[in-house]
């Protein structure tokens, strides 16, 4: 216990140092969700129905930043060989590392969307809901984004494989997503139902992510 406690504290200060900002995922979702209200026409009632997919979407891009080549360090320095070696289990290892980057780079990308929600006109009684179900995908989001990373030969970044694997997988929690924030022609029950199915894909998420996780990484290990 005390030695994965040391390790998630020394990712979570890797995740802070590495990679440039911690903010980039944040500034560049800010960015281009920004735009959408400039080019699309000032109506209140059209920003707040099309708000909650363009947000949704602008969470994912953000949170892609950071799982671009999670493990590509720690597989060329050999710190996942040397756990490898002593036994460690490699799909704890993957969790722990996908869980600090998630706490570090991608809860800075809920506060940008919470930003771009007020140029969508959301209401600010939804907020708190709003941030909920965000926190809820972008957790989703880091840890398929982990599991692609880890299945990309050597980590590498820049890899367009990881968009080919990552995004269909992603779609349907944007649509839970989105339905879930709707506040227009939707339904209480309609919007708690997408809630559920989306609280219901984090469970089924973040233990099969981390187990293919575990196991691409070992490969990955033994093809070195």
């Known amino acids: 216990m005390i030695f994965w406690k040391s390790y998630f504290l020394r990712e979570v200060k890797l995740a802070y140092l590495e990679g440039g900002s911690c903010f980039n995922g944040a500034i560049q979702t800010l ?5 959408f209200p ?22 994912l891009l953000g949170c892609l ?12 320095d050999g710190s996942l060989d ?16 996908i869980f600090a980057t998630w706490i570090v780079r991608c809860l800075p990308v809920l506060i ?7 140029f969508f006109n959301y209401p600010f009684e939804n907020f708190p809901k709003l ?52 506040t227009i022609e939707n339904n209480p029950a309609t919007a708690q139902m997408a809630f559920e199915m989306l609280t219901g894909l984090l469970f089924l ?17 033994s093809q070195y």
């Open 82 to 97: 040397w756990l490898a070696c002593n036994k460690t289990s490699l799909s704890m290892v993957a969790f722990l590392k």
């Open 38 to 59: 400039l080019a699309l026409s000032a109506s209140p009632v059209l920003l707040l129905k099309l708000g909650p997919g363009i947000i949704w979407s602008c969470a």
């Open 131 to 182: 941030l909920l179900s965000l926190g809820i995908g972008s957790l989703i989001f880091c840890f398929i984004g982990g599991m692609s990373s880890a299945f990309i030969p050597y980590g590498k970044k820049g890899n367009s494989l990881l968009g080919l694997i990552l995004l269909p997988l992603c779609m349907p929690v944007i649509i839970f997503g989105a339905l879930s924030c709707q």
């Open 205 to 221: 998420t973040l233990p099969l992510c981390t187990l293919m996780s575990g196991v691409a990484l070992k490969e990955q290990i």
């Open 65 to 76: 930043i950071p799982v671009d080549g999670l493990f590509a360090t720690d597989l060329k």
């Open 31 to 35: 960015l281009c969700g920004i735009l």
């Open 112 to 118: 940008a969307c919470a930003l771009l929600a007020i």
